[in-house]
């Protein structure tokens, strides 16, 4: 179920929900433009990216992370079926100009595009930001459980009660990241969304970089 303003607690698990004018468009343009098994994703990714900072007690505008963690993957909606961009940067820019329009530093406007831009690139997220960094981390936990016993039982089962993850959860989200990157697949090349193209798709064929090499024109 798609999370409302009207059944999402102020708190889970020990993290405040932001609910600034901001905020609350910020969640009300995920709740619009995406399906329920992204929006739920987006708002897991925000209390997962919290504790981590709380836990390492690293520093960043939580209201920054919360616009990132909502727009990381408003680029899969229906408004980018004729973009050829990555679906991150389609995101990242989406971020960029929201936050403009509120207002936002300059500093935060680029910390959140990179760290939307970069949330699916393995390595490099943790190099550019503790934004950055805990929006990819996050984006693991929740789709990988990569680190999911850093939290406790409690707050795993907060998060789930507030955000749930519903039967087949596995199996949607890589439909829903599947229906956003099928009319683009040049753009997958290099990236994890290409095994998820590889997979919903019989006809899509990967492209390989070393035979980009070996086929390239110069007379060697």
């Not at 990132?68 to 961009?85: E, K, N, P, R, V």
């Not at 393995?122 to 016993?149: C, F, K």
Request: hydrophobic share 45%; with cysteine.
């Amino acid at each position: 179920m798609k999370p409302s303003r009207a059944t999402s607690p102020d708190i889970v698990a020990g993290v405040p929900i932001p609910r600034s004018p901001m905020a609350v468009a910020a969640a009300d343009a995920v709740r619009a433009s995406l399906p329920d098994v992204l929006a739920g994703h987006a708002a897991r990714v925000f209390v997962f990216a919290s504790l981590t900072l709380e836990r390492e007690r690293l520093l960043c505008d939580r209201s920054a992370l919360y616009v990132a963690a909502m727009f990381a993957g408003i680029g899969l909606s229906s408004a980018y079926d004729h973009s050829q961009l990555r679906y991150e940067v389609d995101s990242a820019n989406a971020a960029r100009e929201f936050l403009r329009r509120h207002g936002a530093s300059a500093a935060d406007m680029n910390d959140v595009w990179h760290a939307i831009a970069l949330h699916m690139t393995p390595g490099i997220p943790a190099h550019i930001s503790p934004l950055a960094r805990v929006l990819a981390e996050a984006m693991r936990t929740d789709l990988l459980a990569e680190n999911l016993n850093a939290c406790t039982r409690t707050e795993r089962d907060e998060i789930l009660l507030a955000y749930p993850r519903e039967s087949g959860f596995k199996e949607r989200i890589i439909e829903a990241i599947g229906r956003g990157i099928a009319h683009r697949p040049a753009s997958t090349f290099g990236t994890v969304c290409a095994d998820v193209l590889e997979r919903i798709d019989p006809e899509y064929c990967r492209v390989n970089f070393c035979g980009l090499i070996l086929g390239a024109q110069w007379k060697d």
